[in-house]
């Protein structure tokens, strides 16, 4: 008799996390539902839409657990108690431990697992495309930030900058799949905050000079109305 119900002792959390794994390392439309099944301990086709409603519930529920944990990453983002400059480093240093611990699929599961998608589930690379803007705003929120404290020179251009930072971040999916070692990911990290040092060292000197020229501009000023 072919087998109905869920198999005994079926935990719905620990079947997400395992779900999670398989649409990680192969991507939303290479993931199959009988590899689904026998990852939950061999359920049947009834039973994962009863607890599931969808492959692609399924693939929701994923993202918010991968969210929720993995995800947190980028926190420091979105943490006012840290400078800009230590936001956008422990977030680039963080995504890079993660994505090189092979504990888990290498790599980011909100770039990786919609790379290629059919056009009838373009929406699930709409969904995964939203939460990397959040990260892009992240991003340039700090640098903003930065601009208006004196950290980063006025006329810095924080939209470009913003654009340089995520290009890195969603690049680690790559590097991390071709094992680049997390010693080298780290100092790319230190390089890439080196340009940050240079651009508030540079604007400091600029500033340096303007009020010197400025003084000495209201110095001759003075001394020729007298």
Same mark, same amino acid.
């Given at each position: 008799?072919?087998?109905?119900?869920?198999?005994?002792?079926?935990?719905?959390?620990?079947?997400?996390?395992?779900?999670?794994?398989?649409?990680?390392?192969?991507?939303?439309?290479?993931?199959?539902?009988?590899?689904?099944?026998?990852?939950?301990?061999?359920?049947?086709?009834?039973?994962?839409?009863?607890?599931?409603?969808?492959?692609?519930?399924?693939?929701?529920?994923?993202?918010?657990?991968?969210?929720?944990?993995?995800?947190?990453?980028?926190?420091?983002?979105?943490?006012?108690?840290?400078?800009?400059?230590?936001?956008?480093?422990?977030?680039?240093?963080?995504?890079?431990?993660?994505?090189?611990?092979?504990?888990?699929?290498?790599?980011?599961?909100v770039v990786a697992s919609t790379s290629t998608c059919s056009p009838?589930?373009?929406?699930?690379? @709409?969904? *995964? /495309?939203? &939460?990397?803007?959040?990260?892009?705003? =992240? $991003?340039?929120?700090?640098?903003?930030?930065?601009v208006a404290t004196g950290d980063l020179p006025h006329d810095a251009?924080? @939209?470009? *900058? /913003?654009? &340089?930072?995520?290009?890195?971040?969603? =690049? $680690?999916?790559?590097?991390?799949?071709?094992?680049?070692?997390?010693?080298?990911?780290?100092?790319?990290?230190?390089?890439?905050?080196?340009?940050?040092?240079?651009?508030?060292?540079?604007?400091?000197?600029?500033?340096?000079?303007?009020?010197?020229?400025?003084?000495?501009?209201?110095?001759?000023?003075?001394?020729?109305?007298?």
């Open positions: 008799m072919a087998r109905t119900g869920r198999p005994r002792g079926f935990d719905k959390d620990e079947a997400v996390q395992k779900a999670m794994s398989l649409f990680w390392e192969h991507g939303y439309e290479a993931t199959s539902l009988t590899q689904l099944k026998a990852a939950m301990g061999g359920i049947s086709a009834a039973s994962f839409y009863a607890a599931f409603t969808s492959k692609e519930g399924l693939f929701r529920k994923v993202v918010d657990h991968y969210l929720a944990t993995y995800g947190r990453v980028t926190a420091p983002l979105h943490d006012s108690a840290l400078t800009p400059r230590e936001a956008i480093e422990q977030t680039l240093q963080r995504s890079a431990r993660m994505q090189t611990d092979e504990a888990h699929p290498l790599g980011c599961l009838e589930n373009r929406h699930l690379q @709409a969904r *995964l /495309a939203q &939460v990397r803007e959040q990260n892009r705003i =992240g $991003l340039l929120v700090c640098l903003d930030r930065a251009d924080a @939209a470009a *900058l /913003a654009a &340089v930072f995520n290009t890195f971040l969603v =690049g $680690l999916t790559t590097q991390a799949r071709d094992r680049v070692p997390l010693a080298s990911l780290d100092a790319a990290v230190s390089q890439l905050m080196q340009m940050w040092d240079g651009l508030a060292t540079h604007g400091s000197r600029t500033q340096g000079v303007s009020g010197q020229s400025e003084r000495q501009l209201s110095t001759t000023s003075t001394a020729q109305s007298t």
